[in-house]
Protein backbone atom coordinates (compact mmCIF):
# COMPACT_ATOMS: atom_id res chain seq x y z
CA UNK A 1 0.00 0.00 0.00
CA UNK A 2 1.22 3.19 -0.80
CA UNK A 3 2.20 5.99 1.32
CA UNK A 4 -1.10 8.17 0.55
CA UNK A 5 -3.27 5.29 0.81
CA UNK A 6 -1.82 4.88 4.45
CA UNK A 7 -2.85 8.82 5.42
CA UNK A 8 -6.05 7.99 4.28
CA UNK A 9 -6.95 5.10 6.04
CA UNK A 10 -5.53 6.50 9.22
CA UNK A 11 -7.41 9.84 8.85
CA UNK A 12 -10.65 8.08 8.10
CA UNK A 13 -10.38 6.68 11.94
CA UNK A 14 -10.38 10.28 12.97
CA UNK A 15 -13.23 10.73 10.63
CA UNK A 16 -15.20 8.22 12.52
CA UNK A 17 -14.45 9.41 16.21
CA UNK A 18 -15.29 13.03 14.79
CA UNK A 19 -18.69 12.01 13.20
CA UNK A 20 -19.70 9.73 15.65
CA UNK A 21 -19.56 6.68 12.77
CA UNK A 22 -18.94 3.19 13.87
CA UNK A 23 -17.00 0.99 11.55
CA UNK A 24 -16.91 -3.13 11.72
CA UNK A 25 -13.89 -5.19 13.19
CA UNK A 26 -12.59 -4.96 9.67
CA UNK A 27 -11.40 -1.69 10.12
CA UNK A 28 -10.16 -2.01 13.64
CA UNK A 29 -6.40 -2.14 12.22
CA UNK A 30 -6.59 1.17 11.10
CA UNK A 31 -7.60 3.08 14.14
CA UNK A 32 -4.99 1.04 15.92
CA UNK A 33 -2.01 2.15 14.05
CA UNK A 34 -0.31 5.42 14.41
CA UNK A 35 -1.98 7.99 12.26
CA UNK A 36 -0.37 11.46 11.27
CA UNK A 37 -3.48 13.49 11.51
CA UNK A 38 -3.72 16.96 9.53
CA UNK A 39 -4.51 19.82 11.47
CA UNK A 40 -6.44 22.97 9.91
CA UNK A 41 -4.86 26.13 10.24
CA UNK A 42 -4.81 28.97 13.01
CA UNK A 43 -6.19 31.22 10.12
CA UNK A 44 -9.30 28.62 9.33
CA UNK A 45 -10.13 28.39 12.79
CA UNK A 46 -11.01 31.69 12.93
CA UNK A 47 -12.82 32.06 10.14
CA UNK A 48 -14.66 29.14 10.94
CA UNK A 49 -15.46 30.36 14.58
CA UNK A 50 -13.76 27.20 15.70
CA UNK A 51 -12.28 26.83 19.50
CA UNK A 52 -8.35 26.94 19.30
CA UNK A 53 -8.63 23.33 20.27
CA UNK A 54 -10.26 21.94 17.49
CA UNK A 55 -8.08 23.67 14.67
CA UNK A 56 -5.15 22.14 16.66
CA UNK A 57 -7.13 18.71 16.66
CA UNK A 58 -7.82 18.20 20.30
CA UNK A 59 -10.68 16.47 21.85
CA UNK A 60 -12.81 18.96 21.87
CA UNK A 61 -13.49 19.13 18.24
CA UNK A 62 -16.71 20.16 17.17
CA UNK A 63 -17.51 19.98 13.51
CA UNK A 64 -21.35 21.46 12.33
CA UNK A 65 -22.85 18.79 9.73
CA UNK A 66 -25.08 19.24 7.10
CA UNK A 67 -23.14 22.28 5.83
CA UNK A 68 -23.16 20.28 1.92
CA UNK A 69 -26.60 18.44 2.03
CA UNK A 70 -27.00 17.99 -2.47
CA UNK A 71 -23.09 16.28 -1.73
CA UNK A 72 -24.54 14.15 1.54
CA UNK A 73 -27.28 12.98 -0.92
CA UNK A 74 -25.03 11.64 -3.59
CA UNK A 75 -23.64 8.71 -0.97
CA UNK A 76 -25.41 5.54 -0.39
CA UNK A 77 -28.18 5.49 2.65
CA UNK A 78 -27.26 1.28 2.23
CA UNK A 79 -25.14 -0.78 0.47
CA UNK A 80 -24.68 -4.79 0.48
CA UNK A 81 -26.49 -4.91 3.46
CA UNK A 82 -24.60 -2.16 5.32
CA UNK A 83 -26.91 0.98 6.46
CA UNK A 84 -24.96 4.31 6.66
CA UNK A 85 -25.00 7.30 8.02
CA UNK A 86 -24.31 10.46 6.38
CA UNK A 87 -22.67 13.71 7.45
CA UNK A 88 -21.41 16.74 5.26
CA UNK A 89 -18.97 19.56 6.12
CA UNK A 90 -17.72 22.92 4.39
CA UNK A 91 -14.11 23.73 3.91
CA UNK A 92 -13.73 25.51 7.62
CA UNK A 93 -13.65 22.04 8.80
CA UNK A 94 -10.65 20.71 6.48
CA UNK A 95 -8.09 18.42 8.48
CA UNK A 96 -10.94 18.04 11.08
CA UNK A 97 -13.12 15.53 9.95
CA UNK A 98 -10.64 12.86 8.34
CA UNK A 99 -10.47 13.92 4.90
CA UNK A 100 -6.29 13.53 4.41
CA UNK A 101 -6.52 17.29 2.85
CA UNK A 102 -5.78 20.44 4.87
CA UNK A 103 -5.77 23.86 3.78
CA UNK A 104 -2.31 24.22 3.69
CA UNK A 105 -1.89 21.73 1.04
CA UNK A 106 -5.26 22.30 -1.17
CA UNK A 107 -4.46 25.95 -1.51
CA UNK A 108 -2.15 26.09 -4.66
CA UNK A 109 -5.27 24.16 -6.25
CA UNK A 110 -7.78 26.56 -5.33
CA UNK A 111 -5.47 29.69 -5.74
CA UNK A 112 -4.90 28.30 -9.41
CA UNK A 113 -8.73 27.83 -10.13
CA UNK A 114 -9.87 31.24 -8.53
CA UNK A 115 -11.23 29.29 -5.64
CA UNK A 116 -11.04 29.84 -1.72
CA UNK A 117 -11.69 27.22 0.89
CA UNK A 118 -15.84 28.33 1.15
CA UNK A 119 -15.54 26.83 -1.66
CA UNK A 120 -14.45 23.21 -0.95
CA UNK A 121 -17.22 20.84 0.75
CA UNK A 122 -17.18 17.27 1.85
CA UNK A 123 -19.40 14.39 2.91
CA UNK A 124 -18.95 11.36 4.64
CA UNK A 125 -21.07 7.89 4.88
CA UNK A 126 -20.28 5.61 7.97
CA UNK A 127 -21.61 2.17 8.91
CA UNK A 128 -24.22 2.44 11.70
CA UNK A 129 -23.37 -1.47 12.53
CA UNK A 130 -20.89 -2.92 13.87
CA UNK A 131 -19.91 -6.67 13.55
CA UNK A 132 -17.55 -9.11 11.42
CA UNK A 133 -19.15 -8.88 8.13
CA UNK A 134 -18.34 -6.61 5.69
CA UNK A 135 -17.62 -2.69 6.06
CA UNK A 136 -17.03 0.29 4.17
CA UNK A 137 -16.88 4.31 4.72
CA UNK A 138 -17.62 6.33 1.66
CA UNK A 139 -16.28 9.74 1.48
CA UNK A 140 -16.83 12.30 -1.35
CA UNK A 141 -14.95 15.32 -1.49
CA UNK A 142 -15.81 18.73 -4.10
CA UNK A 143 -13.90 22.05 -5.29
CA UNK A 144 -16.96 23.89 -6.59
CA UNK A 145 -16.28 24.35 -10.64
CA UNK A 146 -12.66 22.65 -10.60
CA UNK A 147 -12.67 19.05 -12.27
CA UNK A 148 -12.34 16.07 -9.77
CA UNK A 149 -9.17 14.84 -11.97
CA UNK A 150 -7.42 17.69 -10.30
CA UNK A 151 -7.57 16.86 -6.65
CA UNK A 152 -5.92 13.80 -7.69
CA UNK A 153 -1.95 15.13 -7.14
CA UNK A 154 -3.19 16.67 -4.25
CA UNK A 155 -4.03 13.49 -2.57
CA UNK A 156 -0.40 12.40 -2.91
CA UNK A 157 2.49 14.36 -2.03
CA UNK A 158 4.80 12.95 -4.79
CA UNK A 159 2.64 13.81 -7.43
CA UNK A 160 2.15 9.90 -8.37
CA UNK A 161 -0.63 7.70 -7.49
CA UNK A 162 1.52 4.77 -7.10
CA UNK A 163 -0.44 1.68 -6.92
CA UNK A 164 -4.07 2.87 -7.70
CA UNK A 165 -5.23 0.94 -10.75
CA UNK A 166 -7.88 2.17 -13.13
CA UNK A 167 -10.69 -0.69 -13.85
CA UNK A 168 -14.42 -0.91 -14.16
CA UNK A 169 -16.88 -1.35 -11.83
CA UNK A 170 -20.26 -1.27 -12.45
CA UNK A 171 -20.08 0.41 -15.78
CA UNK A 172 -17.94 3.14 -14.28
CA UNK A 173 -14.40 4.14 -14.84
CA UNK A 174 -12.68 3.79 -11.14
CA UNK A 175 -8.95 3.81 -9.65
CA UNK A 176 -8.50 1.02 -6.91
CA UNK A 177 -5.29 0.18 -4.69
CA UNK A 178 -4.79 -1.88 -1.12
CA UNK A 179 -5.18 -5.20 -0.25
CA UNK A 180 -8.34 -6.03 1.55
CA UNK A 181 -9.09 -5.12 4.50
CA UNK A 182 -7.56 -1.86 3.38
CA UNK A 183 -8.32 -1.81 -0.08
CA UNK A 184 -9.53 1.69 -1.47
CA UNK A 185 -11.51 2.73 -4.86
CA UNK A 186 -11.47 6.36 -6.09
CA UNK A 187 -14.77 7.05 -8.52
CA UNK A 188 -14.24 10.98 -10.20
CA UNK A 189 -17.65 12.39 -11.27
CA UNK A 190 -17.21 16.35 -12.63
CA UNK A 191 -16.25 18.08 -9.72
CA UNK A 192 -16.95 15.32 -6.96
CA UNK A 193 -14.01 12.73 -5.94
CA UNK A 194 -15.40 10.09 -4.58
CA UNK A 195 -13.58 7.53 -2.32
CA UNK A 196 -14.95 4.15 -0.85
CA UNK A 197 -12.65 2.26 2.04
CA UNK A 198 -12.45 -1.20 3.61
CA UNK A 199 -15.54 -2.64 1.08
CA UNK A 200 -15.11 -6.07 -0.19
CA UNK A 201 -15.90 -6.27 -3.60
CA UNK A 202 -19.90 -6.98 -3.84
CA UNK A 203 -20.19 -4.12 -1.55
CA UNK A 204 -17.52 -1.62 -3.21
CA UNK A 205 -19.68 -2.79 -6.48
CA UNK A 206 -22.87 -1.86 -5.03
CA UNK A 207 -21.83 1.81 -3.85
CA UNK A 208 -20.22 2.26 -6.95
CA UNK A 209 -23.62 1.43 -9.07
CA UNK A 210 -25.35 3.91 -6.68
CA UNK A 211 -22.85 6.91 -7.04
CA UNK A 212 -24.20 9.50 -10.07
Do not use: H, W
Not at 139 to 165: C, N, T
Request: hydrophobic share 45%; proline share 8%; charged share 15%.
Amino acid sequence: MNRQLSVLLAGTALALVACGGSASSTATPAATAAPTVTQAPASVAAESGAPASAAAGGPDVSLQPGAAADLEAMLPSEANGITFKKSSFDGSSLGLAGVPINAGELQPLLEANGKTVNDVRFALATPTTTGSGPAAIVMAIQVKGVDAEKLLPVLDSSGSLGDLKETTIAGKSVRTGGTPPFGAAIYLKDDVLFYVLFADQPTTESIISQLP
